[in-house]
């Protein structure tokens, strides 16, 4: 009986290892990846504990779901209305000596980087909810690898302890970008690199336009691509 019981549960030990080890396959065929697509790791934005629920944010839906959000007061039709939704956030979060440098639409949000007027170095990444207002933290490196602003306080995931000093160069940092981009999305160019406290944000291009968004880790180089956005609009700032 004991032989049996024990029998009974190693097998119930694999069943869970197995369901576990799918549950991670599935959240590893999205989104993140190291230096370079051959030896990278992709991570979604299904981990980080739940971090991730279905509403207005994001590629699949997903939001935020912390306390960091601002509740929207309505519907977002413009780059100004965004603006002003952003500008809220900041004042309703405390941030002071913090403005917005840009504001980008997306097909499935506004996006707007928040800068530090005394220094112009990014502070945080943040988006708009189309449909509601809502304001919240722009997940992946804005969350993970921002060592003043995010959520980790410096103790850094996903590819590098964010200290916020930045080991790689901004020069650097555009190889990185664009060898994954020759990799991944072939005719493209990384653009300009925004410095953020542990990691540099890329606009990249095709033929001069926006073509989508990707993060170089200012410790590891390496690169998270920002799959969340959909196809880009417009844009009001530099």
Not at 38 to 57: D, I, L, S, V, Y
Not at 180 to 198: C, E, K, V
Request: proline share 4%; charged share 15%.
């Amino acid at each position: 009986m004991k032989t049996r019981t024990i029998v009974l549960g190693i097998a119930v030990l694999v069943i869970v290892l197995a369901i576990a080890a799918i549950g991670v396959g599935t959240a590893l065929a999205q989104g993140y990846w190291g230096r370079g697509a051959a030896n990278g790791w992709p991570m979604g934005p299904g981990m980080m504990g739940g971090a991730w629920r279905r509403g207005p944010f994001g590629s699949a839906q997903g939001a935020w779901c912390g306390g960091s959000a601002l509740p929207g007061q309505s519907p977002i039709a413009s780059l100004d209305e965004a603006r002003a939704a952003v500008e809220r956030y900041l004042q309703d979060r405390g941030y002071t000596g913090l403005q917005v440098e840009e504001v980008m639409e997306f097909e499935r949000n506004y996006y707007a980087i928040a800068e530090e007027e005394d220094t112009g170095i990014g502070a945080m990444e943040l988006l708009v909810d189309k449909g509601t207002g809502a304001v919240g933290p722009e997940p992946g490196p804005n969350m993970m690898w921002n060592a003043n602003y995010g959520m980790m306080g410096g103790r850094g995931m996903m590819g590098g302890y964010s200290s916020g000093r930045m080991t790689i160069t901004p020069t650097e940092a555009t190889e990185a970008a664009q060898s994954w981009l020759d990799a991944n999305f072939p005719g493209t160019t990384a653009g300009d690199a925004d410095a953020f406290y542990g990691y540099y944000t890329f606009h990249f291009l095709r033929d001069g336009e926006v073509a989508g968004m990707l993060s170089v880790n200012g410790a590891t180089g390496a690169v998270w691509y920002h799959s969340w956005h959909g196809s880009f609009v417009a844009m009001t700032g530099e």
